[in-house]
């Protein structure tokens, strides 16, 4: 079963415009890991946001934040007033058991 | 600081050699985690070195395997090349202590003819 789940292949947002990426997961683990990274097509790959299973508030870094939903098992990535160079490759991944497994990722287009 | 570096970036390889990737880690961190994207499998988790010890290994054959080094560097070996090795290999850095720091490499694109 997958233990990451992005069920968004790929979109597309307006230069300026807010953007939300959808990531579920799924642990019966009561203290995780969540992070959130951005690969552009030069193959590294850009931490942007880290969200730990007992944080009471949810993670922000400049224009990124996460909207945890524990209840849920949703941690998804807002991305406010987007700009061309966002336009990358985006993974949403769960720390588990020393390692970090990856959602299959969504691909991120920015339109001017 | 330095980032996380790996070399080399590129790589061109024929069936049946082996490989040797390298990684250095962000200066102060002692983990080492390797892992391997291709575009049917996705990103996958190879293994985890920690003080020179591997302290995780994901679900790979035998003919993937790494060690680290007293200041902290890590090598990947790959035997025996085939067709299906031809990935990205990307490396990341973490201390510990500071589990909500993970960083990763460039990565080295390794393609195998």
């Known amino acids: 079963a997958q233990k990451i789940t992005q069920t968004q292949p790929g979109m597309f947002v307006q230069e300026k415009e807010a953007v939300t990426l959808d990531c579920t997961y799924d642990t019966s683990d009561p203290s995780y890991g969540l992070f959130w990274y951005k690969q552009p097509s030069s193959g590294e790959m850009i931490f942007l946001i880290y969200?730990?299973?007992?944080?009471?508030q949810n993670a922000t870094e400049g224009r990124y934040s996460l909207n945890f939903q524990k209840a849920r098992k949703s941690a998804n990535l807002v991305i406010s007033a987007s700009q061309l160079g966002d336009s990358a490759m985006y993974f949403c991944?769960?720390?588990?058991?020393?390692?970090?497994?990856f959602g299959q990722g969504t691909e991120l287009s920015v339109k001017p | 600081k330095a980032g996380v570096t790996q070399t080399p970036r590129y790589l061109i390889k024929t069936r049946g050699q082996q490989v040797t990737l390298s990684c250095s880690p962000i200066s102060g961190h002692r983990s080492v985690s390797w892992y391997q994207q291709t575009p049917g499998q996705g990103l996958q988790f190879l293994f985890e070195?920690?003080?020179?010890?591997?302290?995780n290994k994901g679900n790979f054959p035998g003919r993937f395997s790494g060690r680290q080094f007293s200041n902290s560097r890590s090598e990947m070996n790959v035997s025996t090349l085939e067709l299906g090795d031809s990935a990205l290999y990307l490396c990341?850095?973490?201390?510990?202590?500071?589990?909500?720091?993970?960083?990763f490499g460039p990565g080295t694109r390794l393609t195998v003819l």
């Open positions: 991944a769960m720390r588990e058991a020393g390692k970090l497994i």
């Open positions: 990341a850095s973490s201390e510990p202590s500071s589990y909500n720091e993970q960083f």
């Open positions: 969200q730990g299973s007992y944080d009471q």
């Open positions: 070195y920690f003080s020179e010890t591997q302290r």
